[in-house]
């Protein structure tokens, strides 16, 4: 038994399009001793990874926009601004995901990818992390609309944003999910180094598959 906590029981509570786990455990209290055995359930999603396409030669951001059945009944309406985000695959790393999940959403190609955090979304019921990723991207001539996997009955529309607006939606509301919110917060601590070293090079002349 580890110090810190015990498993007693796993089971599979439902499982279906996602899986909730139901664990019986005990672990250890602050003031010595441990709890008696305790009954919690969690959401196992898979794990992500998002990433925020950023021009730097011409300061602007990529944001997706999409229809999302968790904001329903909230009062923010089901369509969200977004980072580019996607669900890691078996096989799959996280940077792997960053590339495929860009040329799906946006069709455009990332330049080197830097790694803003990896933190849990919600971990008092989800087994759920993020890779969060920063990456230069040309946004020239990029379409806005007809994005998605038809198969995973995606509709996405580009907005290529003014990265100073993009960091001002935060002071109203304008952005309501937390990916975005802290890729855009990272950004604006960061942009003027991002800037200093991603315009060494010019941008691609080309975006699309890579």
Not at 46 to 52: F, P, R, T
Not at 114 to 127: D, F, K, Q
Request: hydrophobic letters at 40%.
């Amino acid at each position: 038994m580890s110090r810190d906590y015990e498993i007693l029981k796993r089971e599979v509570a439902y499982d279906g399009y996602f899986r909730i786990s139901r664990f019986t455990l005990r672990h250890a209290l602050f003031a010595g001793g441990q709890t008696p055995p305790i009954v919690r359930e969690r959401f196992e999603r898979g794990h992500a990874v998002g990433v925020l396409p950023y021009d730097p030669w011409y300061d602007r951001v990529v944001l997706v926009e999409q229809f999302r059945i968790g904001a329903l009944d909230t009062g923010m309406g089901p369509w969200l601004l977004e980072t580019v985000a996607g669900m890691v695959e078996p096989g799959e790393s996280a940077e792997q995901v960053a590339r495929r999940e860009t040329r799906e959403e946006a069709n455009c190609r990332l330049g080197e990818l830097e790694l803003i955090a990896r933190y849990l979304v919600s971990p008092g019921g989800s087994s759920q992390t993020v890779h969060l990723f920063a990456a230069p991207v040309d946004s020239r001539d990029l379409q806005r609309d007809g994005h998605g996997n038809d198969d995973e009955a995606e509709d996405i529309r580009l907005h290529v944003l003014p990265a100073d607006e993009a960091i001002a939606m935060l002071d109203h509301g304008g952005i309501e999910a937390a990916m975005p919110i802290i890729a855009l917060q990272w950004l604006a601590l960061n942009r003027d180094r991002l800037r200093d070293r991603w315009q060494a090079a010019p941008p691609a002349p080309y975006n699309g598959p890579e």
